[in-house]
């Protein structure tokens, strides 16, 4: 399984911007599917942003299309999620996730059961 560290959490008034950041310890992300997934108190972690190991091709949760963007940074050995336009219902604990391959058995993507290698979680409040 691949190390995964969030960063980049915190509390943001409603309409403001954070950047999460995961970082691997020893593992090669550029080569892995990866994907942002939360989880607010007494719901189902949910995912957020994905992108696959080959292609590059993304996944977004309708909720958060034209606000969050997941990309690669491939020098750093990272991946981000950038959010814009924050909404109390974004209110989370984030977590980055990777894997191999990307995709369950019915080759969904951006699915909990797609991903293996999982991240503490970083907490993310917005406030009204």
């Known amino acids: 399984q691949v190390q995964l560290v969030e960063s980049g959490g915190g509390l943001v008034q409603s309409g403001g911007s954070l950047r999460l950041s995961c970082s691997s310890s020893?593992?090669?992300?550029?080569?892995?599917?990866v994907g942002w997934f939360r989880q607010a108190p007494g719901k189902e972690r949910e995912g957020v942003a994905c992108?696959?190991?080959?292609?590059?091709?993304?996944r977004y949760l309708d909720s958060v299309k034209g606000r969050f963007t997941i990309s690669r940074d491939n020098a750093n050995n990272m991946v981000h999620l950038q959010m814009n336009s924050l909404k109390p219902e974004d209110t989370a604990v984030y977590y980055c996730?990777?894997?191999?391959?990307?995709?369950?058995?019915?080759?969904?993507?951006?699915?909990?059961?797609?991903?293996?290698?999982w991240g503490q979680g970083t907490q993310v409040t917005v406030s009204t």
């Open positions: 992108m696959s190991s080959s292609d590059g091709v993304t």
């Open positions: 996730a990777a894997d191999h391959w990307g995709y369950d058995s019915a080759m969904n993507m951006c699915v909990t059961e797609a991903y293996k290698s």
């Open positions: 020893g593992d090669t992300l550029d080569y892995l599917a």
